[in-house]
């Protein structure tokens, strides 16, 4: 069975630039993260979604970032415009049903703003 | 704003066991305890996960006493590819449940 998967695994791009990340979460699973993490530190919660509905986006920056998760299975993250401070790892994770179940992480996308 | 605490870092030799305790003193009747292990340039993977007493799979065991304030990670006979950040989760679904990290514990493992 395949895991998370995440697209792309590196991006570097300019500041001010629009960068865009996918992720295609394990079949079934309902529940799905967002987390971006720095180096040295443990991952911090983006968004999650229950199905295509997000139930808790409160730490989203929501006036650079935005997300979407149509039909409830692949989910796009985007940042516009990319600032210096972006530069991090962003990881989805799934799992099947709420924030108790067994979540699986992909590899995440390393971005660099430059 | 409730959190997890856990020990920064911890060292230790290949064969010795090794216990990683976390804290969480506002943990709701909701809330499953889970530990996660972390490579560099991976993302976390599931280690175990309980809501009260013991619990042991293949990898590791999880202690969590009566009042389920702080919960205790055994990882039995380190080696060397133990060397990982492992991390400890509390949803907190009296405040929203969310699944939030906190820094870790920095394990490393010395032949």
């Known amino acids: 069975e395949a895991g998370v998967v995440q697209s792309p695994r590196y991006k570097i791009i300019e500041k001010k630039q629009p960068v865009a990340f996918w992720c295609n979460p394990i079949?079934?699973?309902?529940?799905l993260y967002w987390y971006l993490q720095n180096l040295g530190q443990g991952p911090e919660l983006l968004i999650r979604?229950?199905?295509?509905?997000?139930?808790?986006d409160s730490q989203l920056p929501k006036d650079r970032f935005s997300a979407e998760r149509l039909k409830g299975v692949d989910s796009t993250l985007k940042i516009q415009p990319a600032e210096l401070g972006d530069s991090a790892v962003y990881l989805c994770a799934s799992s099947l049903s709420g924030v108790n179940t067994e979540a699986f992480f992909g590899q995440g996308t390393r971005l660099t703003v430059v | 704003l409730a959190k997890t605490t856990q020990p920064i870092s911890m060292d230790s030799y290949e064969g010795q066991e090794v216990n990683i305790t976390c804290s969480h003193n506002n943990i709701a009747t909701n809330d499953y305890i889970t530990w996660y292990q972390q490579f560099p340039s991976q993302g976390p993977r599931f280690i175990i996960q309980g809501y009260k007493t013991k619990v042991t799979n293949e990898v590791a065991s999880l202690f969590i006493p009566a009042d389920r304030k702080s919960s205790t990670l055994s990882l039995p006979r380190v080696s060397l590819s133990d060397t990982a950040v492992y991390y400890c989760?509390?949803?907190?679904?009296?405040?929203?449940?969310?699944?939030?990290f906190g820094q870790g514990t920095e394990l490393s493992v010395k032949p």
């Open positions: 989760l509390v949803p907190y679904y009296n405040q929203g449940g969310k699944l939030i």
């Open positions: 079949s079934g699973h309902n529940t």
């Open positions: 979604y229950e199905n295509e509905e997000a139930v808790d």
